[in-house]
């Protein structure tokens, strides 16, 4: 079966329907998305989206907060062009009708997290990825011109490989046509063309063992594009955030905002020793990376499982106001944080690379965007600043959707793609080939190209990812499209492409950090 759009968006996210709102206003949008539409990363932000908002900040402080975190890999021009278009981005939100905190003299309750100079973090309570994806939301129902498909998986990118040309990473001119998406529950799959696609399907968070992200964080939009002869860039930098709820038998892992730090919360290991003085002078408001590396640090001198993170020394209902959404969670699990210190330990939660894309959000392949987490703009660089990625989204959204609209008219559907051949494929009947195989890529992941890495480490994950490619692409062929078996084989293609860029990386920076490159190669920043 074939369809037709003029703007396919994978993904619905912030990303994916900031940009579906503004295109719909040039042409019809199909959103497909691979579970529910509410199924995303940005249900899950806490801390809030960073931007400029009042003195004594300015523009200059927060792109220099963005430079420093970002270690001298961050795009100074996109840094620049963000920080000065998010507050426009973020009055488009609050005329949306999302609502964000205000102090009682009517002016915006400002956070300040880890890496902040200024108090310049927009939130609602501690739940405001939850508030902007439920008005999002409501806005794309509303619309008549927007078709939103739920439980739609996005397979593969359509180019002129589908018509028989041999595409190689070299090829001058890809473009992108559409996407092969498979209809989940009537078990088909559908060739959606397109003029414009814009690939928004949020991060990896799944290719390691435990994880902040839901289980639609498999890399699906990064492996499609790499596949489809895309650039992807900086993909070694990881961020893994510090304080996610030590609980082993529960996915995804609970998030402890770090706006708790920034109202005073601080780190302890297990002796009670506030250690995070040992490690850097601004102690537990040290960026993301640095307190990671000191908590991993600690849990492998001491041999323990978990540090403390403690906020028994505040105010009680000063802390249950400000944090409704963790203090219930906590106190689900036995933990009354007015009272008792919170167990807490690093896990996998954002990726500050990907599918590389210019100011405009457009990659390297023609008619082809990425946006959100699963691009790369060169904002981050080597480490993002906390609640910067919320922000880059709706700014790149916006950007990407003016930009795609003035070129629709001269773009055309390719007719000649080929409907899907399901020849020789039959259903898959032991599933645990797949659910095996998953957690072995979870496994190598999270023991060797963690928070620490070597050569030795990175050697022996590509040699042992490398056996479940070969057996996965083997399998792959003759079975009939699952979700599990396409997320399987995006998580490998992610977890190849993070070792291979770490591998090529011969120095500690930001994020990335070897034991056998312990310094920076160019020490200019
Ligand atoms: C616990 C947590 C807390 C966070 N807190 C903050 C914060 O306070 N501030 C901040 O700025 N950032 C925060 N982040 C990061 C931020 O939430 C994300 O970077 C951002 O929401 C990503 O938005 P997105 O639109 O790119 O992707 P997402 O919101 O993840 O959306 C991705 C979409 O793509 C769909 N999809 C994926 N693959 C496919 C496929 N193959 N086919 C079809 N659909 C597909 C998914 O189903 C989903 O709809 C947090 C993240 C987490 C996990």
């Known amino acids: 079966m074939k369809k037709r759009t003029d703007f396919l968006v994978i993904g619905s996210g912030i990303a994916g329907l900031t940009f579906a709102l503004e295109a719909v206003k040039v042409g019809k949008v199909t959103i497909v998305t691979k579970a529910n539409l509410e199924d995303t990363n940005t249900r899950y932000a806490q801390g809030g989206i960073a931007a400029v908002f009042s003195e004594p900040d300015n523009f200059e402080k927060h792109i220099n907060d963005t430079l420093i975190a970002g270690g001298g890999i961050c795009n100074e021009e996109i840094v620049r062009m963000v920080v000065h278009e998010a507050p426009d981005r973020i009055k488009d939100l609050i005329k949306m009708g999302v609502s964000f905190d205000k102090k009682e003299d009517g002016t915006y309750d400002l956070a300040k997290e880890g890496g902040h100079t200024e108090y310049r973090i927009l939130h609602h309570k501690d739940r405001t990825g939850e508030s902007i994806q439920k008005t999002l939301m409501e806005k794309v129902r509303n619309e008549a011109n927007i078709e939103i498909l739920e439980h739609y998986f996005a397979i593969e990118l359509l180019t002129q ?277 998953t957690k072995e890529v979870q496994m190598i992941m999270s023991n060797y190209v963690g928070i620490v890495r070597s050569d030795i480490r990175l050697e022996r994950a590509m040699v042992r990812l490398d056996i479940l490619y070969e057996e996965t692409e083997r399998l792959y062929k003759k079975s009939l499209i699952s979700k599990k078996i396409c997320e399987l084989r995006n998580l490998i293609n992610v977890g190849y492409i993070i070792i291979k860029m770490a591998k090529n990386r011969h120095e500690s920076v930001g994020l990335h950090y070897s034991i056998d490159y312990p310094k920076r190669a160019s020490s200019e920043f």
């Open 161 to 437: 490989h589908h018509l028989g040309e041999v595409v190689k990473r070299n090829y001058p001119d890809v473009k992108c046509y559409g996407a092969y998406v498979a209809d989940l529950i009537n078990q088909q799959v559908i060739t959606l063309l397109s003029k414009v696609t814009i690939v928004a399907t949020g991060g990896i968070g799944n290719v390691y063992l435990t994880t902040t992200n839901p289980e639609i964080a498999t890399g699906d939009g990064v492996a499609m594009v790499y596949r489809a002869k895309g650039t992807i860039e900086n993909m070694e930098f990881i961020q893994f955030h510090p304080t996610s709820l030590y609980d082993p038998e529960r996915k995804p892992s609970f998030l402890i905002t770090e706006a708790l730090r920034g109202y005073g919360a601080v780190l302890k290991n297990l002796s009670g020793e506030k250690f995070m003085n040992r490690y850097d002078s601004r102690g537990s408001l040290a960026p993301r990376d640095i307190v990671a590396r000191a908590i991993d640090n600690e849990m492998k001198i001491w041999g323990d499982d978990h540090v403390w993170l403690d906020c028994t020394h505040l105010n009680p209902e000063g802390l249950k106001d400000h944090f409704p959404n963790v203090y219930e969670h906590c106190l689900e699990r036995g933990i009354d944080f007015t009272n008792d210190m919170i167990p807490v330990v690093p896990c996998a939660h954002y990726s500050c690379g990907g599918i590389k894309v210019d100011i405009n959000g457009q990659s390297n392949i023609d008619r082809l965007y990425a946006l959100g987490e699963a691009s790369s703009t060169g904002l981050h660089g080597a480490n993002r600043l906390a609640s910067n990625s919320l922000i880059e989204a709706a700014v790149y959204a916006h950007r990407a959707a003016i930009h795609s609209g003035t070129r629709l008219n001269d773009l055309t559907f390719e007719e000649r793609i080929p409907v899907w051949d399901y020849k020789g494929t039959t259903h898959l009947e032991e599933m645990v080939l797949i659910t095996q195989s």
